[in-house]
């Protein structure tokens, strides 16, 4: 897996390579990095936090969410969240201390029931199961207490979709981090970027396998401590944490959504066609919007389709407008042979999107199209013969095999199918061998037809997202507010 996201061939890598930055921005294959000289400390965490802000500015047009890791990435976090006007949350996450050394990790605990071990340190301290196990119970009852105290009844911030910025103050094993990384990936955040002020080199590469980028100030070939890099190291009072959250919360909510900005944008359209055909839509703009996604749902099902609207959801929070609509009216749905109809159903998708494009400001910008099961085919049959109208195609659970011509579609597509849907998932791949245009074939391992296992759904936006900031980047040319 690549920086952004990207699925290789049909496997989904859990974690995937990521990109390193530190000072300046670095890319695969740059020359190693140079650790910054040891004279250039920081004067306390929000100056660190305001330095580390400058090396991420490029992910304001994302729409990012950052979160801070308790309790010294916090304010760091603050001052990172307020130079890219995003909003900010926490993740709870506790190390798992050695017996006689709390403060020397041999692991770490994460919201969502992650737990992260270093077996080779526990090797090296003689801990048996047992006592390692006692260790674990001990930092998983102060987790606990911990998202108690900070926060309270308040759910945390959505992630499912998003690009995630996790900031701490500072990395020296990494094993926090590693547990934080993976809550967020549970969570489906569909971009993670870890991003701090120091660190030791060794444990910034080691990162590189879970999170998709990391971003850091100082990486000093001698780290000994983070605190040696503060002229201020202090403590941070729980108080200022709690302090800080609460206004981060009412910055938001005087946006009218907290912890989003501006709400998006929902109407309702009636899509006039050719022969007095008038077609049901849902319109979403977010308040500034990097492309439109129009959906083609399947056989059987319509634009209110529980599936297609979670993913819409994860879409529109990641800053794309999203048309649901059904392909056709009541009165056609009665006829059996209709939904699986691919000419009729791509000539309405069509026919939909110029709708679109000439009556709404969503119309002029970028173009992907979103199909499930056979709404897929139609989906692939309407962008061969739009061209390169349509930026990109995404396939849930689809059949591409039914589309009329492979071989003519050039927008970048992904097909997603289900690990467990093995008939589908055999369609998938030989379609793909028919495609001319760049594809990808991910799997979402055990997951069935309708994605219905725990945490499936999630992936797919995750997957969504991720190809969507590939081929109609949230940095576009062509964004502009939504009207």
């Not at 003689?126 to 900070?150: D, P």
């Not at 945390?156 to 094993?175: C, M, N, Y």
Request: aromatic letters at 4%; proline letters at 6%.
């Amino acid at each position: 897996m690549s920086a952004r996201g990207q699925v290789s061939h049909d496997e989904i890598d859990e974690h995937g390579k990521g990109v390193l930055r530190t000072g300046a921005v670095t890319r695969p294959g740059d020359p190693p990095l140079v650790p910054a000289p040891a004279e250039q400390r920081f004067h306390d965490r929000a100056d660190a936090g305001r330095r580390l802000a400058a090396l991420l500015e490029s992910y304001r047009c994302e729409s990012p969410l950052v979160v801070g890791m308790l309790r010294g990435g916090v304010p760091v976090a603050a001052e990172v969240a307020r130079a890219l006007d995003a909003p900010l949350d926490i993740v709870v996450v506790r190390k798992i201390g050695a017996p006689h050394n709390p403060e020397y990790a041999v692991g770490a605990v994460a919201e969502g029931g992650v737990c992260v071990i270093s077996h080779a340190t526990a090797t090296m301290l003689g801990l048996s199961g047992e006592e390692l196990g006692r260790l674990i119970a001990t930092a998983e009852g102060e987790l606990a207490e911990r998202r108690a105290r900070y926060r309270g009844t308040r759910e945390p911030l959505a992630v499912a979709g998003r690009t995630v910025i996790l900031v701490d103050d500072g990395l020296a094993t990494g094993l926090s981090a590693r547990a934080a990384i993976e809550s967020l990936r549970r969570r489906g955040a569909a971009h993670v970027v870890l991003a701090v002020p120091v660190a030791a080199p060794e444990s910034l590469q080691a990162l590189k396998d879970c999170a998709h980028e990391i971003v850091c100030v100082e990486a000093p070939t001698e780290l000994w401590a983070v605190g040696l890099w503060y002229d201020d190291f202090s403590p941070v009072p729980g108080d200022e944490v709690t302090a800080i959250l609460d206004l981060a919360r009412r910055r938001a909510e005087g946006d009218g959504v907290p912890g989003a900005g501006p709400a998006p944008r929902s109407r309702e359209l009636a899509i006039e066609l050719a022969g007095g055909i008038v077609l049901s839509g849902d319109l979403t703009l977010p308040s500034v919007a990097s492309g439109v996604v129009v959906f083609a749902h399947g056989s059987g099902s319509s634009r209110l389709s529980p599936r297609n609207r979670a993913v819409a959801d994860a879409i529109v929070n990641a800053g794309y407008a999203t048309l649901l609509f059904d392909l056709l009216t009541a009165a056609e749905e009665r006829e059996r042979t209709n939904v699986f109809d691919i000419p009729l159903l791509a000539a309405r998708l069509i026919a939909a999107t110029a709708w679109l494009q000439a009556n709404e400001s969503a119309g002029e910008l970028p173009l992907a199209f979103f199909g499930a099961s056979t709404g897929a085919a139609a989906a692939l049959t309407a962008a061969a013969t739009l061209g390169d109208r349509v930026r990109a195609v995404i396939s849930r659970g689809g059949r591409p095999d039914l589309s009329l011509d492979l071989g003519a579609v050039t927008a970048p597509t992904l097909l997603i199918v289900g690990g467990a849907d093995t008939q589908v998932l055999q369609l998938n791949r030989e379609a793909q061998r028919a495609l001319r245009c760049p594809s990808e074939l991910a799997v979402v391992p055990g997951a069935t037809h309708l994605f219905e296992e725990a945490g499936a759904l999630e992936q797919v936006s995750s997957l969504a997202v991720a190809w969507l900031r590939r081929h109609l980047p949230a940095c576009d040319a062509q964004k502009r507010p939504a009207d």
